[in-house]
């Protein structure tokens, strides 16, 4: 490869290769953003709700709008609580990983909760 690619930042290994905007280690499967320098982590990343509260680990949140949820006949109705939320990087914007009652573990977007 023509590429100088750095080394992974968790297990030092040099077979690291590129997949769009990240840097992938085949070893240990830790991904990164080369211009981070591979000290990105869940919690480095400020995330904020509707309304523009900063979100938490923990935290009591409030769904804003009705959400369809696939495989059930009724969504998730606006001013549903959910508590204890986790922050995760997810896919396609989903930053919230959480436990709804009634409807299990799901991941949410925090542009669709308030901070309760």
């Known amino acids: 490869m023509s ?4 080394p992974c930042p968790t297990c030092s ?5 590129a997949m769009d905007a990240l ?3 085949p070893e240990c499967g830790h991904e990164w953003a ?3 320098g591979g000290t990105a982590t869940p919690g480095d990343q400020v995330v ?18 009705a959400l369809k949820v696939k495989g059930s006949t009724s969504g998730i109705k606006a001013g549903t ?8 990087d997810g896919v396609d914007g ?13 991941q949410l977007k925090s542009s669709v909760v308030k901070k309760a």
Do not use: Q, W
């Open 3 to 6: 590429e100088n690619l750095p």
């Open 13 to 17: 290994s040099e077979y690291t290769y």
């Open 23 to 25: 840097v992938v280690c």
């Open 34 to 36: 080369p211009a981070e």
């Open 48 to 65: 904020r709700d509707a309304v523009g509260n900063v979100l938490s680990d923990g935290d009591t949140v409030t769904v804003v709008k």
């Open 81 to 88: 609580k959910v508590r204890n939320i986790r922050l995760v």
């Open 94 to 106: 989903h930053d919230i990983d959480c436990r709804i009652d009634g409807f299990g573990a799901m």
